[in-house]
């Protein structure tokens, strides 16, 4: 596992509070780890604060699942 | 002419359930013994480091294992929910949380769930959280500010996470009277439950605000004291001719009130019956009491009449007494309104022991009121060494007295000029 998939699951286990088990590539942040809207609002935050990117508030509606935020981190990171 | 509520009164309201989070700790039993025990929880401020500002004391709650009676916020608030709440949720949430455990009330269906209702309320709310949020903004961080920020800085959040931790979907509703919003909020859930708006009501207050700006802001207003840096337990002295100011606590008071007959259905154990509520307005300055406390006067002689006693019918009372120029005043409408039964009468401050708790100073000391009917206890002032006033009342100096408590009144009052006075009695 990347660098970044690590860091992104490592934020989503603290901000969430939900077992690192449950925290695989496919689940969903609502639907799966009991994120309402205002957490994945900051989730978000917290993904642009640790990995220096700018995350805009259409790109941010499209992360719905921990495999997104990697993929769209990894993309930005690698541009 | 207001109405006649005694029509109301065949909706009796008791309390079935005490939370109590206070400097002298967590849990009724824990605070109420060491009350008693004549103990002092006002420290030098442990929480930040004060020495920038005049008052340096203040009543905050200790930390340690809940089992000691101290405060660990996990037992009560789960970790990833903590951030989305300021520290006057995260009190109130334990002593609410303690207040219906203790009561053993769990509506079992959706008829009892929206018969049950949320009045909790705060003098100030979020203080720290708005403070660390301006900071964020003022760095031009504005984009960064927490969703969270705005619930968590919100008074009647409290209210709102105790609905929704037990799905109580009655009235959900919050008191905002600075220092009476205790006993606003006691008093105002109580008329809902005679006036049938709720069977069960959770009421009560929660404050926070020993932080750099409370403590400034209070300081600025010259309301707190700051002669006692150097010895703490000793800078709250209601009535004393050496008080210079109040000394600020925080912590949380929350009862569950009950209709008579609900309770009784369901064999819950009743701590004392809610008979009278009493309030009024001064009209006449921010911070100051009139003259002579006549509001103070009104909202007392309007509790009374409203629980069908006279003044002689009361054995105690717990002052508002904030350890301030007006504890004279208080004194003064107390000792004109109970003319002849003021010789009879114990009267004390117990803002002696954990400071002024704000929003949450009148639930926790209506509590008291009812501990010490009780008990048959009334607890001490404090540090009431060389009183400014002489006075026939028994202001319970130093130590706690055993007494036959039947009837208890508690007065609190706020900026704004805002009164109000509530009355128990056992059941």
Redesign the interface.
């Known amino acids: 596992m990347s660098e970044i998939a690590d860091k992104v699951k490592k934020i989503v286990v603290e901000h969430l509070g939900v077992d690192e088990s449950k925290v695989t590539p496919d689940a969903s942040f609502i639907d799966d780890l009991g994120a309402d809207s205002l957490d994945t609002v900051e989730l978000v935050m917290a993904f642009e604060e640790a990995f220096s990117v700018e995350i805009p508030e259409d790109a941010a509606e499209k992360i719905t699942t921990v495999k997104d935020a990697i993929d769209y981190i990894e993309k930005q990171k690698s541009a | 002419m207001m109405a006649d509520i005694s029509a109301m009164k065949e909706r009796r309201v008791v309390v079935t359930g005490m939370g109590l989070v206070t400097p002298l700790g967590v849990g009724v039993e824990p605070t109420w013994q060491r009350l008693l025990a004549g103990e002092s929880g006002i420290r030098r401020i442990a929480s930040f480091d004060p020495s920038d500002l005049p008052a340096q004391v203040a009543g905050e709650v200790p930390e340690g294992p809940t089992a000691e009676g101290k405060f660990t916020l996990s037992d009560w608030v789960?970790?990833?929910?903590q951030k989305?709440m300021d520290r006057f949720i995260h009190l109130g949430m334990a002593a609410a949380i303690m207040a219906i455990e203790d009561s053993g009330w769990k509506p079992e269906d959706e008829e009892g769930r929206c018969a049950t209702g949320v009045m909790i309320g705060s003098g100030i709310g979020g203080l720290q959280t708005i403070y660390d949020a301006s900071l964020t903004v003022a760095s031009g961080k504005a984009r960064?500010l927490?969703?969270?920020f705005i619930?968590s800085a919100l008074i009647n959040l409290v209210s709102g996470h105790v609905s929704i931790r037990y799905g109580f979907k009655g009235p959900n509703h919050s008191a905002v009277t600075a220092c009476a919003t205790g006993v606003h909020a006691i008093g105002d859930a109580t008329r809902l439950i005679m006036l049938g708006d709720a069977d069960v009501m959770v009421a009560g207050g929660a404050e926070a605000a020993v932080c750099p700006l409370g403590i400034a802001g209070f300081s600025a207003a010259r309301a707190l004291s700051t002669a006692f840096n150097d010895t703490p337990e000793k800078a709250s002295r209601p009535w004393d001719r050496d008080r210079d100011g109040f000394v600020m606590g925080e912590g949380s008071g929350i009862v569950v009130l009950e209709e008579y007959e609900h309770a009784k259905r369901r064999g819950a154990k009743i701590y004392g019956e809610i008979i009278g509520y009493g309030l009024s307005g001064d009209a006449h300055h921010i911070t100051a009491p009139a003259e002579g406390h006549e509001g103070a006067f009104r909202a007392m002689s309007k509790a009374i009449a409203s629980a069908g006693l006279t003044p002689a019918d009361i054995d105690y009372v717990n002052a508002h007494g904030t350890s301030t120029m007006a504890d004279d005043l208080e004194l003064d409408a107390v000792q004109r309104l109970f003319g002849d039964h003021a010789s009879k009468l114990a009267m004390s401050s117990t803002k002696s022991a954990i400071g002024h708790l704000l929003g949450a100073a009148g639930s926790v000391e209506a509590m008291f009121c009812m501990l010490a009917i009780r008990d048959g206890v009334v607890p001490p002032t404090l540090n009431l060494d060389n009183p400014a006033t002489e006075s026939p009342i028994d202001r319970v100096a130093h130590e706690a007295q055993r007494r036959d408590v039947k009837v208890a009144l508690s007065n609190s009052f706020g900026f704004g000029g805002t009164n109000a006075s509530i009355v128990v009695r056992g059941v």
């Open positions: 789960a970790p990833k929910d989305k960064r927490s969703p969270f619930p």
